[in-house]
């Protein structure tokens, strides 16, 4: 049973470029969370996704925009990246059954903009 | 707005030593609190969680947290900690909305060296 899974593991881009990054939630589970951690922080909730829409958002400009395909799998795209959208951004998946679910999280991506 | 503060950043221990790892959330309503772990160049993973029930939760690798409510902590103990156990340990708190969905809340981080 593969857990979580992201792609790229490391990204390098440059100010002002824009950046995919892909989750593939765990197996059977219905709803993708992103969050983003920068160095010495804890994750950061950026926004969650069921039945491909965006559910809640948390505290992110409209820079960050995401999708959620048919087989559950996400993106989370970032555009106009600056200095500050450094951090390693990680994908959590769960079930929604209700309030109680509990979220797995994948590996994250590192991404460097310089 | 929920919120959470842990106390402790940095901790440094012996094995066999015993740990508490402090856990203050702010939230006005009912939340379900988590304690996660991050081992050096590994992923974040779940180490125990409290929905309801039992304030006392056990957790993997004999890990335990106890819900206070009325002092709106959940702090995480171990009795004797092992060089295994050196890690980043963070808590999480979610309130639980009408909608049934929750976003979930993480603390800075405590880092936990334990020394042989």
């Known amino acids: 049973d593969a857990g979580v899974t992201q792609s790229p593991t490391h990204l390098i881009k440059t100010r002002g470029q824009q950046v995919t990054l892909r989750c593939s939630p765990k197996s059977g589970h219905d709803t993708v969370s992103w969050y983003q951690q920068a160095l010495g922080q804890g994750p950061q909730f950026i926004f969650q996704?069921?039945?491909?829409?965006?559910?809640q958002r948390g505290n992110f400009p409209d820079r960050f925009s995401g999708h959620q395909f048919p087989n559950y799998s996400s993106e989370l795209n970032v555009n106009a990246l600056w200095l500050g959208d450094s951090a390693l951004y990680l994908c959590?998946?769960?079930?929604?059954?209700?309030?109680?679910?509990?979220?797995?999280f994948g590996p994250g991506t590192r991404l460097t903009v310089l | 707005a929920q919120s959470v503060s842990q106390h402790n950043h940095h901790v440094i221990l012996s094995e066999a030593a015993s740990l508490e790892l402090g856990c203050n959330y702010s939230y006005g309503g009912t939340v379900n609190l988590f304690w996660y772990v991050q081992y050096p160049g590994q992923h974040l993973q779940l180490l125990l969680k409290?929905?309801?029930?039992?304030?006392l939760v056990k957790g993997i690798k004999g890990f335990e947290a106890e819900f206070i409510k009325s002092k709106f902590s959940f702090n995480l103990r171990k009795p004797s900690v092992q060089w295994s156990d050196t890690a980043e340990y963070f808590c999480?708190?979610?309130?639980?909305?009408?909608?049934?969905?929750?976003?979930?809340?993480f603390g800075i981080g405590t880092k936990l060296q334990v020394i042989p």
């Open positions: 959590a998946s769960s079930l929604s059954r209700g309030p109680t679910d509990t979220q797995y």
């Open positions: 999480a708190v979610s309130g639980r909305y009408s909608g049934g969905y929750q976003k979930v809340t």
């Open positions: 409290y929905f309801s029930g039992d304030p």
């Open positions: 996704y069921y039945e491909e829409e965006e559910r």
